[in-house]
């Protein structure tokens, strides 16, 4: 159990560094310049501060999600056992969520907004800028998803077998 915990908190923890390492560059490299594009018409790294959450929703309501950031890691580490499935792509997308949750958490309590660079774009239609946190955050939720369309999947199988056995 605590060599899990151990492992688990390395792996949060060299996650959050990944995030950080990447918006301390957005910061050194971005910020204050003209962004760089890496695919053109496609990818650009630009500096973005988001006061807000996705899509630039609820902007400068910074403290209370950071407050609502604080409440969902204490609800996902409270119910993680009925929230992620055991194994190992249960295990990585809890692992995601966590070091997203935090990452994002430790901008608006360091920076008062979160730090993107993401920005993928056609021609003019640009997707919401977004940063490695968030890409944690949304792989975790792709995960939890697939993961449980499986499991729904497997009761049906079973329930059939169930059925045709009787």
């Not at 609502?68 to 809890?94: D, H, N, Q, Y």
Request: a positive charge; one cysteine or more.
């Amino acid at each position: 159990m605590l060599k899990r915990f151990v492992l688990s908190f390395a792996a949060v923890m060299n996650l959050l560094l990944l995030d950080q390492v990447v918006k301390e560059f957005a910061i050194r490299r971005l910020k204050g310049d003209m962004p760089i594009t890496v695919i053109p018409n496609l990818f650009n790294l630009s500096y973005v501060e988001n006061r807000g959450m996705a899509w630039g929703l609820l902007q400068g309501y910074v403290w209370p999600l950071a407050a609502f950031a604080c409440l969902a890691m204490g609800v996902l580490i409270w119910k993680r056992r009925s929230i992620f499935p055991a194994g190992v792509a249960g295990t990585l997308a809890e692992l995601l969520l966590y070091a997203g949750i935090l990452g994002n958490l430790i901008d608006r309590l360091a920076r008062g907004c979160v730090v993107d660079m993401f920005d993928f774009h056609w021609g003019v239609h640009h997707f919401p800028c977004f940063n490695v946190a968030d890409s944690y955050i949304t792989v975790a939720a792709g995960l939890l998803i697939l993961l449980g369309l499986f499991e729904k999947q497997g009761e049906k199988k079973r329930e059939r077998g169930r059925h045709d056995s009787a």
